[in-house]
């Protein structure tokens, strides 16, 4: 429950306009979509689990945002959050995820078989291959807001689900706040160990507290499959491996999500989701699927073409350096990943990578003949 | 059939111990006070404003504290915090506070400055004079725990109040939201401008929110006499000026501190008997006032006693960029330790016979003669 917003009551004494925040700084989802009387209509709501407004806007407010990045300004404390406060929830969620409307249906499709193609991606070029999702346990809280007891038992469901698996999920379990200084350094080289929060997005909706009380890592004995607990979301499932056999990741990754999600079900905590907006997420913009595919690929020919960006977005894809979100290429290897998360299913996603990877790779070999790229442009997809 | 006091206590205690927090690595008054009986009793009550023991105790939570530095690792939403917590806060005040006792001591409140004497330093060794206290707004939550709007009546409060203080003490606002850019260079330069916070052991209190809504910087015309607005606390009083004139510091600290000018306007600041001035930081009950100068000691600051020394005169030594810096040049910052259980004039008068008792023996080393270490001043 995060700091200063739990007396909600108390606080309808004042009046609207004492209470809105000054939002003329900002520049986010949520200060674009929030107006007084839509603030007004739903400041005296809550959820069952006595989530406010006041708490799912406070990063937005907390963070007003950068002028060429628009960050979401909002977060879920709980699954009902997306209901109590639809009225903030979907102009953002639509503002985010390309016009998406409070009717539309959002479509999901686990079954890798369903992926056309997708293992031939060049090892020259397409250095490793990744696919990232979040889930959310029902019937629990979200990070923005539950409580220890609550965060101890998703970790307690997780533990018991995790190791069932076996044959080439077979694996372990790394709490936070009891691994040894050895098993650090090696999630620290496998690039796995992820650390507390320093983000004020995270922050400042209370996603860190605690820390690092009932978070941990597990992951399968080959390294290739991996679960983040109690982070951001309850749970992170990432699939990697070097190369660019995308089709493979993005097995592993639908047979392990299956394979864990069957377990909770019987424990009577399923994933969360919803046929309106797919696996609920704690940031909006991790609604649908919440899946980022993507590839860590040498472009440096390309990246330097005046049409990349155009060629990115036709093709649906983002770019971010090798450190992830906000980070520089290095040596002109970049991160490109899809750019969507609701609208579309997990096949698709992962099909517009593989298919704009493999054309961007390409494109990459004409360049370096010399030769032009233009007329192998994409259409807009 | 209605459960019995002790099994009702049983299942609390069960359903709170799922919650009970992990506070084996931690080194803070909280984790050293806190323990599942206390939380089983408090973790479901609340102040009437709707404030919780997790929140009050998640600073506390998340910063388990250092090896060396006993942090306080609990703050109050609310006045009412300090009594609805009392079972934990109690203890974490005599700890804090040397042994005060809230249950069963008073704490005396004495702002009358013409009692201080001996209050003017020799110049060639003390540089600045200045004290600094906080006051809390009765009836209106603290920085932990606030709305925006009680917040803004915070700030408007304070600063109609302050538009009635004359002569000396006139002076204007700059709120942190309007200020030019121009505006806020100048209160840089002159050292006075205050910035969000980035200490976790303040941002995990909830303290940063809104930033930098109602938040602003109150000084007079003479640059001698600075208000925080919302910063850690509701206020923050400081009364400063280069040299050694701790006397004129403290008068101007007393005038400028006058509670009629909100009292006209029917407001009061938060103060009990027991506790004295009620901030956020437990740390900061009683005066809150913390009294000090940048002196030059740098031949007594080399001596193995000089801590010792310090200890004796209920003094404490900071680098002069603040709490947590080095010293530079052999300039310390130098202040009381005590804050609870002594009153305004006390302290202020320990800091004066302490510092001039410290530029003696450094005087004295400069002639290479020697300092009696057992000598403990009168007041002690």
């Not at chain 1, 603030?39 to 006595?50: I, N, V």
């Not at chain 1, 089709?247 to 909770?264: H, P, S, W």
């Not at chain 2, 303290?207 to 809504?213: K, N, S, T, V, Y």
């Amino acid at each position: 429950m995060p700091f200063g917003n739990t007396h909600n009551n108390f606080k309808l004494n004042y009046k609207v306009e004492e209470e809105f925040p000054n939002l003329s700084q900002h520049n986010n989802h949520m200060a674009k979509a929030l107006t007084k009387e839509i603030y007004a209509k739903l400041r005296d709501k809550q959820t069952p689990s006595g989530y406010t407004l006041d708490d799912a806007i406070q990063t937005g407010v907390d963070n007003p945002g950068h002028p060429f990045i628009m960050t979401v300004g909002l977060v879920a404390g709980d699954e009902e959050s997306y209901v109590v406060f639809k009225d903030l929830f979907d102009p953002v969620i639509s503002d985010r995820h390309g016009g998406y409307k409070p009717t539309d249906k959002h479509k999901t499709d686990l079954n890798f078989e369903n992926l056309k193609g997708g293992d031939d991606l060049d090892p020259n070029y397409v250095l490793s291959s990744r696919v990232r999702t979040g889930r959310s346990i029902k019937g629990f809280t979200l990070p923005p807001h539950n409580s220890r007891g609550e965060r101890r038992a998703i970790e307690k469901l997780s533990i018991e689900a995790l190791t069932t698996l076996d044959g080439e999920f077979k694996g372990k379990y790394y709490p936070l706040k009891s691994m040894t200084d050895a098993e650090q350094e090696q999630l620290i080289a496998d690039h796995f160990l992820f650390d507390k929060p320093v983000s004020p997005l995270l922050t400042c909706a209370g996603m860190a507290r605690d820390w690092p009380d009932a978070r941990g890592i597990w992951h399968n004995n080959d390294k290739t499959f991996l679960v983040w607990v109690n982070e951001e979301d309850h749970l992170r499932v990432i699939s990697m491996q070097k190369g660019g056999n995308m089709r493979e990741v993005f097995r592993r990754f639908c047979v392990g999500l299956q394979k864990i999600e069957e377990i909770f079900k019987k424990h009577n905590h399923g994933f969360m989701w919803s046929e309106h907006l797919g696996f609920i997420l704690t940031c909006p913009s991790n609604l649908g699927t919440g899946l980022r595919g993507g590839v860590h690929v040498k472009l440096p020919k390309l990246s330097t073409h005046p049409k990349f960006e155009e060629i990115l977005n036709r093709l649906r894809l983002q770019k971010r350096g090798t450190g992830g979100v906000d980070t520089a290429s290095v040596g002109g290897v970049f991160d490109i990943s899809n750019a969507d998360r609701l609208g579309s299913s997990e096949v698709e996603q992962v099909q517009l990578v593989v298919d704009g990877v493999k054309l961007m790779v390409e494109m990459e070999k004409k360049l370096e003949k010399g030769e032009p790229i233009d007329s192998m442009i994409p259409a807009q997809k | 059939q209605p459960m019995d006091g002790s099994s009702f206590q049983c299942v609390i205690l069960c359903l709170c111990s799922a919650e009970y927090p992990d506070l084996r690595k931690h080194n803070n008054c909280m984790a050293s006070n806190l323990t599942p009986a206390i939380y089983a009793k408090l973790c479901d009550k609340a102040t009437p404003n709707g404030y919780t023991l997790d929140q009050a105790i998640q600073t506390g939570v998340d910063n388990p504290g250092h090896p060396f530095i006993k942090t306080v690792g609990m703050v109050a939403g609310d006045e009412e915090s300090y009594e609805v917590f009392g079972d934990l806060i109690n203890p974490v005040i005599k700890e804090r506070h040397n042994g005060y006792d809230p249950l069963n001591m008073k704490h005396p409140t004495d702002l009358d400055s013409s009692k201080i004497h001996s209050g003017l330093f020799d110049e060639r060794y003390v540089l600045s004079s200045r004290v600094r206290t906080g006051r809390s707004i009765r009836g209106l939550s603290l920085p932990p725990a606030c709305s925006r709007a009680e917040r803004r009546e915070v700030e408007r409060v304070v600063v109609d109040a302050l538009a009635g203080l004359k002569g000396d003490l006139t002076g204007r606002y700059y709120s942190l939201t309007q200020m030019t850019e121009k505006e806020q260079q100048q209160l840089i330069d002159d050292h006075f401008l205050f910035d969000k916070p980035v200490s976790p052991l303040l941002t995990c209190a909830g303290m940063a929110r809104d930033w930098p809504d109602g938040r602003g910087i109150w000084h007079n015309n003479e640059k001698t006499f600075l208000i925080w607005v919302n910063e850690e606390d509701h206020t923050r009083v400081i009364s400063m000026e280069k040299g050694g004139n701790m006397k004129r510091v403290f008068d101007r600290f007393c005038k400028g501190l006058k509670e009629r000018l909100i009292q006209e306007r029917g407001w009061e600041f938060m103060w009990n008997e027991r506790l004295g001035y009620i901030l956020t930081c437990p740390s900061n009950l009683g005066t809150g006032l913390r009294a000090g100068v940048h002196v030059k000691l740098p031949l007594l600051s080399k001596d193995p006693r000089f801590s010792k020394i310090l200890d004796n005169l209920r003094l404490q030594k900071r680098g002069t960029g603040g709490v947590d810096t080095a010293a530079v040049g052999g300039v310390f910052d130098i202040s009381n330790l005590d804050r609870l259980g002594h009153s305004e004039v006390q302290l202020v008068q320990t800091v004066i016979d302490g510092v001039n008792y410290l530029i003696e023996c450094e005087k004295k080393l400069e002639k290479g003669q020697d300092i009696k270490v057992n000598i403990i001043p009168a007041h002690h």
